[in-house]
Structure formats: structure tokens, C-alpha cells
């Protein structure tokens, strides 16, 4: 880690934001684009990206953690900036993306439907309403971390359990203890990234050292994954039930990949000096990380749609990796744009651009993460 102005910068963080959101545009684009071609390879394949969600949610913990674990909060400027760096761009997105199904003329219909999906994110930006309850909870759980040092564990063990079990109820029993936007439903993601970050030069020196393990336990832990498919499509609910991430097997491979990314993290901060490309690259899509989850449905749904249109009969999973590709790269091009505004961070989360960190690391200041984070 690179100390700057006295704080360090977990360069490990950006490896997983980066992989994640290309994760998370991977799973959009199996579900649209294999899925209704290949509806089991589809399912499969959607399952082995589903861990961007989980991911995601630890760093949403990790980052607030970190920040303030050695330091005092000052929770008006905290929930200043998340109404600007996630409120804002919630409440444009939403409005775009209504657009889709509903004509904003005459505006009345329009205003009365924006009203009502509000409260649930239309869509893919059910993520925020999570995300903002995070926020909210932030406090107990920087009070939680500082107060319960010697027994944190214990409540991470707990957190981990919960997430079993409540997922358990919800995809096997149909019975959710809490409504599925409700912070409940993933709240045990959120303490153990808080874990993680309150406690990350131990952790990052464990997983470390610890790579190699990680990367051997990466195929049994898809493996896994399969296995739990194939039991709930063939003796179980069938492939509804299959493809649904609500499944311990979810639980502990979104756990895993997060703490195999973290511990991958660890190899790119070390080699980053060495490799200016690889630095510029992951930092690109990172920092663009927020802003890549709100826009990537327009180029998700807009390649897939066009060549259904065209009849331009693509292999669906060809046409599924060109739906990724132009996702993540058109997404990060409109993200970048938009970044030379001043008022960029009230549409897609972050401030006017600034270059990339691909420098030595001492002579720059930290980013400050994006709202996703």
C-alpha cells in the first residue's frame, strides 16, 4: 500500500471494482442475450457472475470501514456527499431509463409512474435502494467495529450464517424474512467488507500470502456451483430454482471470489510500478466503476436489441461476449465524458476526470472512491 498525505490508497480495491462491474455487465449480458437462446448454459453461466452483487456490498462496507477507522466521523459531510455522488444520479437514471416504457408526454402518466418506481429502482438500479440503507446503517457499524474489536468475528460468523440461512428460506421455501429491497437481505455483505476494511493491513497480508491457494480452490468452488445447479434443476424446483442466486452456494461463492479478488488485489499493487498498462487499464475502468453500473444497460440492451432487429443471426454466445465487450467499453467512454462537466458527480458519481494513478504511487493523492463504493 502507498502512503500519500498520510493515508494509504488500497490499490487492491480497484482490482475488484474492476473485475466486478465487468462481472456485473457479464451477468446482464448472459441473462439477456444467452439465457432466452440457451436457457441451461444460459442459467449456468448467469450463476458464475452472480457474485458481483455480494461483491460489491463488501466494498461498500470495506470502504466506509477504512475511512474511518482511524479517524472521526463527520456524518453531516458524509451523507452530504453520498446525496451527491448516489442520490443525484438515482434520481436522473431512474428518470432516463422510465423512458424506455413510458413516454414522457404528456408528462402526468409519466410523474405518476417515476413516483411509483422510485421507492425500487425500475430495474437494475434496485442496487441503490440497498446501497443508500447501507449508508444509513454506516454509523452502527463504525460504532459496531470500534466497540466489539475482540469479538468482531464472532458477529462476521453470525453475519455469514445469516446470509446462509435467510437465502436458504428465501430460494428453497419461498419465504423471505424481509422484503428483498430491504438492507436485510444483504446485510451480512456489508459488515464482513466492513470487517475486512477496519481490520486490512492484517487481512491484506493473510490473503497475500495466500494467493495461490485462492487461485487452486477457484475451479472446486465452480465446481461447486455446478453441483448445486444440476441437484436443484433435476431433483429440486427445476431450472427456476436452479438459477436463482438465492442458494448458500451463492452465499459462499460470492464470499470466496470477493476474497479471491482481494487477494489477486494484492498481486497488482505489487506489480503495478512495473506495469504502467495494466495500472492505467484497471484504474480506468475503477474509477469509472459507478458510473459504468448506471449507463451499461443502454449498450447492453441497445447491441442485443439491434441485432435482433437486424436478424444478423450472431452465435448467441459470441454474441453474448461482443454484448460484454461493447457494454464495458462504450459505458467507459460515456463515463469519461461526461467527467469533464463540473457537474459530473451529480450524474454519474464522481468529479471532473483526473488522470489515472499510474505513476509512483507516493507522489499522488488518493481517489476517493465512487458512490458504488
Same mark, same amino acid.
Given at each position: 500500500?502507498?502512503?500519500?498525505?498520510?493515508?494509504? *490508497?488500497? *490499490?487492491?480495491?480497484?482490482?475488484?471494482?474492476?473485475?466486478?462491474?465487468?462481472?456485473?455487465?457479464?451477468?446482464?449480458?448472459?441473462?439477456?442475450?444467452?439465457?432466452?437462446?440457451?436457457?441451461?448454459?444460459?442459467?449456468?453461466?448467469?450463476?458464475? /457472475?452472480?457474485?458481483?452483487?455480494?461483491?460489491?456490498?463488501?466494498?461498500?462496507?470495506?470502504?466506509?470501514?477504512?475511512?474511518?477507522?482511524?479517524? %472521526?466521523?463527520?456524518?453531516?459531510?458524509? /451523507?452530504?456527499?453520498?446525496?451527491?455522488?448516489?442520490?443525484?444520479?438515482?434520481?436522473?437514471?431512474?428518470?432516463?431509463?422510465?423512458?424506455?416504457?413510458? %413516454?414522457?408526454?404528456?408528462?402526468?402518466?409519466?410523474?405518476?409512474?417515476?413516483?411509483?418506481?422510485?421507492?425500487?429502482?425500475?430495474?437494475?438500479?434496485?442496487?441503490?435502494?440497498?446501497?443508500?440503507?447501507?449508508?444509513?446503517?454506516?454509523?452502527?457499524?463504525?460504532?459496531?467495529?470500534?466497540?466489539?474489536?475482540?469479538?468482531?468475528?464472532?458477529?462476521?460468523?453470525?453475519?455469514?450464517?445469516?446470509?446462509?440461512?435467510?437465502?436458504?428460506?428465501?430460494? *428453497?421455501?419461498?419465504?423471505?424474512?424481509?422484503?428483498?429491497?430491504?438492507?436485510?437481505? *444483504?446485510?451480512?455483505?456489508?459488515?464482513?467488507?466492513?470487517?475486512?476494511?477496519?481490520?486490512?493491513?492484517?487481512?491484506?497480508?493473510? $490473503?497475500?500470502?495466500?494467493?495461490?491457494?485462492?487461485?487452486? $480452490?477457484?475451479?472446486?468452488?465452480?465446481?461447486?456451483?455446478?453441483?448445486?445447479?444440476?441437484?436443484?434443476?433435476? /431433483?429440486?424446483?427445476?431450472?427456476?430454482? !436452479?438459477?436463482?442466486?438465492?442458494?448458500?452456494?451463492?452465499?459462499?461463492?460470492?464470499?470466496?471470489?470477493?476474497?479471491? $479478488?482481494?487477494?489477486?488485489?494484492?498481486?497488482?499493487?505489487?506489480?503495478?510500478?512495473?506495469?504502467?498498462? $495494466?495500472?492505467?487499464?484497471?484504474?480506468?475502468?475503477?474509477?469509472?466503476? /459507478?458510473?459504468?453500473?448506471?449507463?451499461?444497460?443502454?449498450?447492453?440492451?441497445?447491441?442485443?436489441?439491434?441485432?435482433?432487429?437486424?436478424?444478423?443471426?450472431?452465435?448467441?454466445?459470441?454474441?453474448?461476449?461482443?454484448?460484454?465487450?461493447?457494454?464495458?467499453?462504450?459505458?467507459?467512454?460515456?463515463?469519461?465524458?461526461?467527467?469533464?462537466?463540473?457537474? !459530473?458527480?451529480?450524474?454519474?458519481?464522481?468529479?471532473?476526470?483526473? %488522470?489515472?494513478?499510474?505513476?509512483?504511487? %507516493?507522489?499522488? !493523492?488518493?481517489?476517493?472512491?465512487?458512490?458504488?463504493?
Amino acid at each position: 500500500m502507498a502512503k500519500t498525505n498520510g493515508r494509504t *490508497y488500497v *490499490y487492491p480495491l480497484d482490482f475488484v471494482r474492476a473485475l466486478t462491474i465487468v462481472g456485473v455487465v457479464a451477468v446482464h449480458a448472459v441473462r439477456f442475450g444467452l439465457v432466452p437462446a440457451h436457457p441451461a448454459t444460459g442459467g449456468l453461466t448467469q450463476l458464475f /457472475f452472480q457474485w458481483g452483487r455480494i461483491s460489491f456490498m463488501i466494498v461498500t462496507g470495506f470502504i466506509v470501514a477504512y475511512q474511518y477507522r482511524d479517524r %472521526s466521523p463527520r456524518w453531516w459531510s458524509f /451523507f452530504g456527499r453520498r446525496a451527491r455522488s448516489a442520490g443525484a444520479p438515482y434520481v436522473l437514471w431512474l428518470a432516463i431509463f422510465l423512458l424506455e416504457t413510458v %413516454s414522457l408526454w404528456p408528462l402526468g402518466p409519466y410523474l405518476s409512474q417515476y413516483l411509483h418506481v422510485l421507492p425500487n429502482g425500475n430495474g437494475h438500479l434496485y442496487y441503490m435502494i440497498i446501497t443508500f440503507q447501507m449508508y444509513l446503517l454506516t454509523p452502527l457499524l463504525i460504532w459496531t467495529l470500534r466497540k466489539t474489536k475482540q469479538h468482531m468475528r464472532w458477529i462476521v460468523l453470525a453475519a455469514v450464517m445469516w446470509q446462509i440461512v435467510s437465502w436458504v428460506m428465501m430460494g *428453497y421455501f419461498g419465504q423471505p424474512w424481509a422484503p428483498p429491497l430491504w438492507v436485510t437481505t *444483504y446485510i451480512g455483505y456489508f459488515i464482513v467488507g466492513g470487517y475486512l476494511g477496519y481490520n486490512w493491513p492484517v487481512w491484506r497480508e493473510r $490473503l497475500a500470502a495466500r494467493r495461490a491457494l485462492f487461485r487452486n $480452490l477457484l475451479i472446486p468452488a465452480m465446481l461447486m456451483v455446478a453441483a448445486a445447479f444440476f441437484v436443484d434443476d433435476r /431433483f429440486l424446483g427445476g431450472l427456476g430454482l !436452479s438459477t436463482t442466486m438465492f442458494q448458500p452456494s451463492s452465499v459462499i461463492f460470492g464470499l470466496f471470489i470477493t476474497l479471491t $479478488l482481494l487477494a489477486g488485489g494484492t498481486w497488482f499493487e505489487e506489480v503495478r510500478p512495473e506495469r504502467p498498462r $495494466l495500472a492505467w487499464g484497471i484504474g480506468i475502468v475503477a474509477d469509472a466503476s /459507478f458510473g459504468i453500473y448506471l449507463v451499461h444497460p443502454l449498450f447492453v440492451h441497445g447491441w442485443l436489441d439491434l441485432a435482433r432487429d437486424m436478424h444478423w443471426g450472431i452465435n448467441p454466445i459470441l454474441n453474448t461476449g461482443i454484448t460484454v465487450v461493447a457494454g464495458v467499453v462504450l459505458s467507459v467512454a460515456v463515463v469519461w465524458i461526461i467527467r469533464l462537466l463540473p457537474f !459530473s458527480e451529480y450524474i454519474i458519481g464522481t468529479k471532473r476526470r483526473r %488522470s489515472p494513478r499510474v505513476g509512483v504511487a %507516493s507522489h499522488r !493523492s488518493p481517489r476517493k472512491p465512487t458512490a458504488a463504493s
